[in-house]
């Protein structure tokens, strides 16, 4: 599977790459359909309150997955994005 991490601005730490990967690969187990994936790592407005925002878009032969979430830290959109399209990734397989 292809994935493309894209940070905006800004460069992320091995810690972070590390925790995408993670994430990534526990939505991976769930079925193997999917192709790509596509992740971005933005900061809106330097000073603002929810300013870390994480989009992940799957590609796979089920269609595309796409989440967008955006709290205080990137650790917790990450985990919140994954969550997301778990759901969305179970709810289109049972179909």
Do not use: C, W
């Amino acid at each position: 599977m292809n994935i493309q991490i894209n940070s905006v601005n800004f460069s992320i730490a091995g810690k972070l790459n590390f925790l995408i990967q993670k994430k990534i690969q526990k939505l991976v187990s769930i079925t193997n359909n999917l192709i790509s994936a596509e992740i971005y790592l933005k900061v809106d407005k330097p000073r603002s309150y929810k300013n870390k925002i994480v989009e992940i878009k799957f590609h796979s032969d089920l269609g595309v997955f796409f989440a967008k979430k955006n709290t205080n830290s990137f650790e917790e959109s990450i985990s919140l994005v994954s969550q997301a399209l778990r759901k969305q990734i179970i709810k289109n397989k049972k179909k």
